[in-house]
């Protein structure tokens, strides 16, 4: 905040106290993950819904960093962090893209995590960021059997490198938007 940014999160945040008392400026998702039952989604410190329909937090989650892209001022700097429920069990893909991928409902869930990743990119160029633009992706943990681990040993939650091995990306978008369309 010190250096001018802008901070919001968007998504499931599962570290105790409130995300808008951690530093973060924006806040839309759960306080908790996809295991809880009822999930409640929150809008800020307000809760908005009792039972978050987990076939549309993707969606959410996208539409809130979208308009959040939308509003930033072009010349200040932001961190927005994206924390997916998809693909936590249970797999419920949004329907726009369920029976879309050979993997079931995981591939699924990860297809769509996906293209809605590909579509905040390419607003990113719209809104002409991709020059500034640091972008990372990676994961919490390996993936359970419906994944790959690589022939690694182990899955989620096991402490072996199939379970604990996550993909990192790191890509200055300017270098690489061309390609994303």
């Known amino acids: 905040k010190g250096a001018g940014y802008t901070t919001a999160l968007f998504g499931q945040w599962r570290l105790g106290a409130h ?11 759960t306080l ?9 989604w929150y809008d800020g410190r307000a809760q908005t819904e009792a039972a978050t329909d987990l076939g549309l937090a993707t969606w959410r989650i996208h539409d809130a960093a979208e308009r959040f892209v939308d509003d930033a001022d072009r010349r200040a700097p ?4 994206l924390s997916y429920l998809a693909p936590h069990a249970p797999y419920k893909p949004d329907p726009r893209y369920a029976g879309r ?14 293209r809605y990743l590909g579509e905040l990119l390419r607003r990113l160029k719209a809104r002409r960021r991709s020059a500034d633009t640091l972008v990372v ?4 943990n390996g993936p ?11 899955r989620k939650p096991e402490v072996m490198d199939g379970g604990v091995l996550v993909p ?9 938007l061309a390609d994303v369309d």
């Open 19 to 29: 995300p808008l008392d951690r530093g973060f400026d924006h806040f839309s998702g």
């Open 32 to 40: 908790y993950g996809s295991d809880v039952a009822p999930l409640a």
């Open 78 to 81: 932001f961190l927005l962090v």
């Open 137 to 140: 992706v990676t994961s919490d």
């Open 144 to 154: 359970r059997y419906e994944g790959s681990n690589q022939r690694r040993r182990g």
């Open 101 to 114: 991928s050979d993997a079931g409902a995981y591939g699924d869930a990860v297809e769509t995590a996906d």
């Open 168 to 176: 990192f990306v790191a890509s200055w978008l300017d270098r690489r």
